[in-house]
Structures are given as structure tokens and as C-alpha cells.
T-cell receptor, first 112, second 112 residues
Framework: DTEVTQTPKHLVMGMTNKKSLKCEQH?????MYWYKQKAKKPPELMFV???????INESVPSRFSPECPNSSLLNLHLHALQPEDSALYLC???????????FGPGTRLTVT | EDQVTQSPEALRLQEGESSSLNCSYT??????LFWYRQDPGKGPEFLFT???AGEEKEKERLKATLTKKESFLHITAPKPEDSATYLC?????????????FGEGTQLTVNP
């Protein structure tokens, strides 16, 4: 089973709101990722966690705050977002950072 | 800087009309090349990993091949359900982990 789950599926938030995206996997994977994908563009890497520690931050604005509470769970906390942050946010996981990445279904975020 | 170029950007085929998608790349320290399929509004679905020139992988109507500079995804006798965007990604090892660099994708439409 290579299932990564993400909640919520859709999220609409105002620029002053605080919200969180959640990602979960139960495959025993030790690396987890956040990607951002705009329409008709490929996924762009945001963050990489390896063994629950942040290993890559692709110079993402501080209004995006990742958190990895345990090896199965990855959160992305959102605060004071801009309309241009509207996108599909994808979570992925892999056995380790040198293994195949499996993606979740994504959260469609709209910032109004 | 890593570069991944996919062609064509879009491809329309009739059901049963075989064709190939191309992914050309320039990357130092290549660890492997991935092919993913992505349906609209969903996360990428893993198809293949290729690690060395000359390697081939097959799955149903799809066959992926790899040379030192490019990869091909051959689609034999496609069906309408093969319609999707096909993403190629190169995988490079770094000291902080591994990184996927995606191409822009080929949007495939198979008409009945």
C-alpha cells in the first residue's frame, strides 16, 4: 500500500486567517515533503523532512510553517497568505530521502 | 543548473494510435529518472524509476526507456483512460538529501 492522505481536500481562507494542512502516511516512510503546484505547472518543492527533522527549506516565505510531530504526520501551518499562494499543495513521502516519492491527492487552497 | 525538458507540451491521439513522449535532461550527479502520471486536480501517481542508460521498464501499455541524455515514454495502443499529464523528474543526490526536478509535463489526450 502506497497511500498518502491529505486533509482537507479543499480550503478557502482569507488573508488574515490561520489554517493548517495535514498529511499522513502509515507506510513507515521516514522522509516527507511539501510541494506547491500552480495550474499547468509541475510541482515545486517547498520543504523536506527526514527522520522528523527539517532537511530542506526552499527559501519558502515564513507565512508557511511546516511541522513534523511524528514520523507519520506532516503539517503545514498557514498564516497571512496572499492570493498568489492559491495552488494545489501536495504532500509526498518516501522510505528515505533516496527513495521513490509517493504523492497524496493534494489540498486545493484558495486565498481570498 | 539542472534542466528537464519534455516534449511535446500537448499530444492528441486517437484510441489505438501509438506514440512516444520525450524527456531530455542535463543534470550532474543523476541518481535516477522518474515518470509520473497526473490527472487533473490530483496528486502525481508514480509509474517508473530508471537508474541507468539502457534500462527499460514496462507497465500495461506504457514502456519507459533511458539513455544518457533523454528518456522516452512509449504508449502502445492507448485508450481514453490514458489521458493525463505525464511528468518526468530527474533525481539528483545532494548532501542534504535528494531532490526531484520536474519537467513541465506532456498533456496527453486520447480520443475514442
Amino acid at each position: 500500500d502506497t497511500e498518502v492522505t491529505q486533509t482537507p481536500k479543499h480550503l478557502v481562507m482569507g488573508m488574515t486567517n490561520k489554517k493548517s494542512l495535514k498529511c499522513e502516511q502509515h507506510m513507515g516512510h521516514r522522509a516527507m515533503y511539501w510541494y506547491k503546484q500552480k495550474a499547468k505547472k509541475p510541482p515545486e518543492l517547498m520543504f523536506v523532512y527526514s527522520y522528523e527533522k527539517l532537511s530542506i527549506n526552499e527559501s519558502v516565505p515564513s507565512r508557511f510553517s511546516p511541522e513534523c510531530p511524528n514520523s507519520s504526520l506532516l503539517n503545514l501551518h498557514l498564516h497571512a497568505l496572499q492570493p498568489e499562494d492559491s495552488a494545489l499543495y501536495l504532500c509526498a513521502s518516501s522510505q528515505g530521502v533516496y527513495y521513490v516519492q509517493y504523492f497524496g491527492p493534494g489540498t486545493r487552497l484558495t486565498v481570498t | 543548473e539542472d534542466q528537464v525538458t519534455q516534449s511535446p507540451e500537448a499530444l492528441r491521439l486517437q484510441e489505438g494510435e501509438s506514440s512516444s513522449l520525450n524527456c531530455s535532461y542535463t543534470v550532474s550527479g543523476l541518481r535516477g529518472l522518474f515518470w509520473y502520471r497526473q490527472d487533473p486536480g490530483k496528486g502525481p501517481e508514480f509509474l517508473f524509476t530508471l537508474y541507468s542508460a539502457g534500462e527499460e521498464k514496462e507497465k500495461e501499455r506504457l514502456k519507459a526507456t533511458l539513455t544518457k541524455k533523454e528518456s522516452f515514454l512509449h504508449i502502445t495502443a492507448p485508450k481514453p483512460e490514458d489521458s493525463a499529464t505525464y511528468l518526468c523528474a530527474v533525481w539528483r543526490r545532494e548532501t542534504s538529501g535528494s531532490r526531484l526536478t520536474f519537467g513541465e509535463g506532456t498533456q496527453l489526450t486520447v480520443n475514442p
